[in-house]
């Protein structure tokens, strides 16, 4: 085959054939049941979840109440590729969403990596949501006296880690009870669990029972996916003005003095964290053949979900930042604790009964998003037939709807939370940036059919080159200290718990004489605990860099140098150079402002993940072409085309 055909197209025209053609004969149809209203609440559904319940606290903590403008400025990141979702939802309504769109704008090769990189996105925001999910109900159990085995309600990753870190920390002096409790639970549930040999048979099972509940119902219909989405939306909702409605009498305005504690670093520290409570919204536009009027209701839908999540996440942040100091909120369950320290019990209780229905309610978003994506892959040839097969009565991808269950089920039994966090966020990122780059490549094409719905134009030719250069500006001018670091990779000093925690037996009893002989408080005499004797002099910068300095270990252990050092940043030198890039392609294209701030936007918040996540996300990738070079090239529905 030759190398053009990896980037053969479809054409509009021929997708809108074909779904007119599958609705004729009811071969392949989907059931048409959703408006506006529905695609709205699956928006809500979807991105109301573990950002408002959980990582709204730990941004809070790092940004202050200045975290607000985190979550306007991600939500302009959002919407910006929200607005190139909808033109392609609008010129191109059928499911698959960013994939189906790749294959208009791209061409199969790229229509196969984003198809291959959403795959990954819902698989993994899916295991994510459940383990979530997992954690909230066994929490309300053991609020209500139930309480599970530890090795049944965690799993394996997070359990054996966090046991070698408790070991670690206990050898340098800290004891079991000094512990933080996700540490304390990380031991218990390894030491207490089921051996095999040396295998330790740790596993989160609710995190089990709930995918497999939500399977089940997606699997028998979309009317009833829609019915107990709408439900679960309402009372959520419900349960979030509540929370508003309440906080706002406890608001003391001192707690929002100082408003950015940790300047502009420290509300951008949680980025990716805020991020991840948008995901979702782009999981509408799998939805689009079962939407009653696609061309119109899918962008309303987007945009609509996108404006009301954002309003509640602004006045959530505001109202949890003024009843307790931001320092005080970098814990799992923000709302939860905050009407608990303030003593009203029954806020708390009610808080967590509605954090298993929002997480509930986001897992049935998410896991009705990926059986279409994989039913759009097998139309075209790129996955084996059976994956498009529909339900005779409950016009559902009903196959893939089950794979779907196994594929999310399995790793949520013993996968890591914050790895899969992050890799969603990832996946996701590089399926908004190619949506928005498609915008772009297809805005001056002739003979593409336009749909009811066209991102407003603003030409970026110049406006672009002056934002960098007002960015180099403000770099430059006014915070030329960490700029200058990054460029020359300046080497950083671990905090306490990284260089405790790497220390043998011999080290920690050299850094223990060490700080007994600096202490003037008389502190070592109270405790042995490495750990916190160096973590009290963290609060003073200059202080905790001359300690370290003097710590009689090897300098490979106090500080972070090096390539070490520099792998982390090359994801931000990738984003910088294609910056440039897309400045010199906006200027001799004009092209359209909006679009391209989502392309650069999403681009800058991959580089702000780390460089693992990366080198995660291209291992998925390379396994992806493995697949598509071996199978779906020569498979292809398109080889018929050129053959005919």
Excluded at 572 to 595: C, D, E, H, Q, Y
Aim: net charge neutral; with cysteine.
């Amino acid at each position: 085959m030759a190398f053009s055909s990896l980037f053969r197209k479809k054409t509009v025209q021929d997708i809108l054939k074909q779904v007119a053609k599958n609705e004729a004969d009811g071969h392949n149809a989907l059931g048409k049941h959703l408006t506006a209203r529905d695609l709205t609440a699956f928006g809500i559904a979807a991105i109301v979840g573990a950002g408002i319940f959980s990582t709204i606290g730990k941004a809070s903590a790092d940004g202050g109440p200045a975290v607000i403008f985190l979550f306007l400025f991600t939500a302009l990141a959002c919407s910006f590729a929200a607005f190139a979702y909808a033109e392609f939802a609008s010129m191109v309504p059928v499911s698959g969403s960013a994939y189906t769109y790749s294959y208009v704008a791209f061409g199969e090769l790229i229509a196969w990596i984003i198809g291959w990189a959403l795959i990954m996105e819902y698989a993994v925001g899916n295991i994510t949501v459940a383990i979530s999910w997992s954690d909230y109900f066994t929490g309300l159990l053991q609020s209500g006296g139930i309480h599970l085995p530890q090795w049944i309600q965690m799993d394996y990753l997070t359990a054996s880690n966090g046991f070698s870190e408790a070991t670690a920390l206990m050898q340098s002096g800290k004891s079991f009870e000094n512990l933080s409790a996700s540490l304390q639970a990380a031991h218990t549930a390894w030491t207490t669990a089921p051996t095999i040999g040396s295998f330790h048979f740790v596993a989160d099972i609710p995190a089990l029972f709930i995918i497999v509940l939500i399977t089940a119902l997606v699997y028998r219909g979309m009317k009833e996916s829609r019915n107990a989405s709408n439900l679960m939306v309402v009372v959520k909702l419900c349960i979030v003005l509540l929370v508003i409605a309440v906080g706002a009498f406890y608001v003391d305005t001192a707690n929002w003095d100082p408003f950015a504690p940790n300047g502009v670093g420290g509300v951008l520290k949680g980025v990716s964290a805020v991020f991840f409570a948008y995901i979702g919204f782009d999981a509408i536009s799998t939805t689009a053949e079962e939407c009653k009027n696609p061309q119109r209701d899918l962008p309303r839908g987007m945009m609509w979900a996108i404006i009301i999540c954002t309003l509640l996440y602004i006045a959530i942040a505001l109202v949890l930042t003024g009843m307790v100091s931001y320092s005080e909120l970098n814990v799992g369950d923000p709302l939860a604790f905050v009407f608990e320290k303030l003593d009203l019990k029954w806020m708390s209780g009610i808080i967590a009964v509605s954090a298993v229905i929002a997480m509930a309610s986001v897992l049935l978003v998410f896991q009705m998003g990926q059986p279409r994506i994989w039913m759009s892959m097998s139309r075209d040839g790129l996955l084996p037939k059976k994956f498009s097969t529909v339900h005779p009565k409950f016009k559902t991808p009903s196959f893939a709807t089950i794979v779907t269950g196994f594929v999310v089920a399995v790793p949520a039994l013993f996968l890591n939370l914050t790895m899969v966090t992050d890799l969603c966020s990832i996946g996701t990122l590089f399926a908004f940036v190619l949506v928005c780059a498609g915008v772009l490549v297809l805005q001056d094409k002739p003979n593409i059919p336009r749909g009811k719905f066209k991102t407003p134009y603003i030409n970026s030719k110049f406006i672009l080159p002056i934002a960098i250069i007002a960015g180099l500006y403000y770099a430059f001018a006014f915070n030329n200290k960490a700029t200058m670091a990054f460029i020359n990779n300046e080497a950083q000093t671990n905090d306490a718990t990284t260089i405790i925690t790497s220390l043998d037996k011999s080290d920690s009893e050299k850094v223990f004489k060490y700080l007994e002989s600096i202490d003037v408080q008389n502190k070592t005499a109270e405790t042995s605990d490495l750990e916190h004797l160096l973590s009290q002099y963290q609060d003073d910068e200059a202080k905790y860099a001359e300690v370290v300095k003097g710590l009689p270990i090897n300098d490979s252990l106090k500080y972070e140098s090096g390539f070490s050092l520099f792998k982390h940043k090359i994801p931000m030198w990738i984003f910088l150079f294609v910056l440039v890039g897309l400045t010199v392609w906006a200027f001799r294209k004009n092209l359209s402002l909006i679009p391209l701030l989502g392309l650069i936007c999403c681009l800058y918040m991959m580089a702000e993940l780390s460089v693992w996540n990366w080198i995660y996300f291209t291992i998925w990738l390379l396994i992806g072409l493995f697949i598509y070079f071996t199978y779906s090239r020569k498979n292809s529905k398109l080889n018929d085309v050129v053959e005919g």
